[in-house]
């Protein structure tokens, strides 16, 4: 059985439906009923936090007209998709739904509250009515379909806004329920994103938690692919946004993926890979307006694969270490702090005490670099900086410097390969390089330097990998 997950765009119109439909039919005929999970139709979960944020502001009709917006969004769809009497029962029925979020958003607006847990209540509906929409689609069409209630098998915790899935029940409820469901020929349609607590509170994954959701369900039904289905073509050299030439990665390793999606390669939500490696299931990232584009895949790179070049179509003269080279991607508005302590010189178990401050903090470091007396590290979450600064001014002299970007370099064996460095660093001649971080990996090399920097440093570095 493969997962089939299918992204905002993706079910964005009636012809979008319509392509999904034909994609999870094909699927069918060549590996059986796949399980189908669905993100919100798009601009609909977007609408549904604003309905709520209007609503606590004591706009009423405001939040009102965007459930309307909603609702006329989702009959557009239903009404080219049916016949009118078939149409009309599914709208009935959607219907249901919306008006029990018009009630939320009553309460909201009554009580001028509003709690990341009625968030998570108003924002679960997208998913809940464009799977829906999908379900009835395919089952008229004559596909033997189950839907399901995500919030059955995806089993939380209460951090409303951004839960925590708990795996082991996950397993256990979709093992029960999934696997005999494709053995009976059904094809299986479900949403992303959503969840519910043990006591059968909804929650959400966060934002684009959909392919989340994929893989942790892809993962716990024992499914043998994950397909993420979007509107771009897969992962990309650079963000074409900066590089427009950038090319398509045809595959790339999970931990390479890993990489990639943290740097705001937005194709993925950074989770999704987490659960596909522990299994060692391919995920693949496909295109549902061109799907004879190829794609990316994920997977476990082997001895023979990882000798192989990512890029066929490398230029001529394109420098050798190109070959291991996957990607260049950045990250901007990060935070550096550096510290400086004479205490540091030769002493140990200095740096087991500054990342205790940043843990008590709840901050997550992500790139570093020390030398004798000094530490710089960069955060992405200032929350709690002030606190942080104050704790290690204990130690020393603390500074710090916002609004830099984190430029990084995706590759393959770095640590065998010489050169690397070298290449990457004589084609940033006039870049000013706050940190350096290499070695932690062997897949990356990484530095820092000021927001205004970042996207000349990655148009340099790809031109000079992959040619201008
Ligand atoms: N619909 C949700 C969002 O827009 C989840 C997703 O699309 O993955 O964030
Ligand atoms: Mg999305």
Redesign the pocket.
Known sequence: MIVMKF??TSVGSKVRFEQVYALISNAKAKEGPPLVVV??MSGV?NALIEAADLAVKRNLDGALAQIDMIRKKHIEAVQGLFSKERADTLLADLNGLLSEIDSVLRGINYLGELSKRSIDAVSAL??LLSSRVLAEYAENQGMKVKWLDARELMITDDNFGRATPNFEEISKRAMKVVPQLVKDGFTVITQ??IGSTMDGVTTTLG?????YSASLLGVAAGASCIEIWTDVDGMMTADPRIVPKAQMVSHVSFQEASELAYFGAKVLHPLTIKPAVEKNIPVKILNTMRPDSGGTLIHSVTPETVKDSVHPNLPADAPAVAKSICAIASKKNITCVFIQSPKMLMAHGFLAKVFAVFDRHQTSIDLIATSEVSISLTIDNTDHLEDIKAELSEWGDISTIENTAIVTVVGRQFRERSGIAGEVFSALKDVNILVISGGASEINLSFLVVNEDADRAVKQLHDHFFGA
């Open positions: 992204g905002g993100s919100a979960t997208g998913e992303g994103f934002r684009g938690g959909s392919d």
